[in-house]
């Protein structure tokens, strides 16, 4: 116990004030998310993630998406281990050669209508590992892709309005 109180007084504070602003700001997109996937779906929306390839910042960002702050779950977003209980399948990463079979079936393995979501400039168009000798290329040359959730990485806040985006046209 010691330790533990001269570590923090040797540390401070390590963590930081959540903006209220920004928790509206979640909690309105969030609650419009959530009655759109309601009135399309009629329940939650599955998603499959599959990383092709990436550094793993992309993963990062969706795993905050997941966390307290965002929650994404409470708003009707569920991750899903099977592909065969996927809505939507997530790509991450330009798609590796080693990769590529394993892609195609998941996507095969998903029931219809099923819809693709690439997140990431990297699964857009192949981002800093564009040309490499491993990478097949971009998602959209092996898939289609209906949406596109741009950055690198995208934050928990992109990728919450670009799904809100995209359910109001879909």
Do not use: W
Not at 43 to 61: K, M, N, P, Q, Y
Not at 67 to 88: E, M, T
């Amino acid at each position: 116990m010691i330790h533990i109180l001269k570590t923090r007084l040797l540390k401070g504070v390590v963590t930081r004030r959540i903006d209220p602003n920004l928790t509206r700001q979640i909690e309105s997109r969030g609650s419009e998310l959530k009655s759109l996937i309601m009135k399309k779906f009629g329940r939650s929306l599955h998603i499959r993630e599959v990383d092709t390839g990436s550094c793993g910042a992309c993963e990062s960002e969706i795993i905050s998406a997941s966390n307290p702050i965002y929650d994404l779950q409470r708003f009707g977003v569920s991750f899903v281990a099977s592909p065969r209980h996927a809505d939507c399948l997530l790509v991450t990463g330009p798609v590796s050669k080693n990769m590529l079979i394993a892609l195609k079936k998941t996507y095969e393995a998903m029931p219809e209508p099923k819809f693709v979501i690439t997140c990431g400039d990297c699964a857009l168009n192949g981002g800093v590992f564009k040309d490499s000798y491993y990478v097949e290329g971009a998602v959209k040359d092996i898939l289609p892709v209906a949406l596109n959730i741009p950055g690198c990485p995208p934050s928990p806040t992109v990728i919450i309005s670009s799904l809100l985006a995209f359910l109001k046209e879909y």
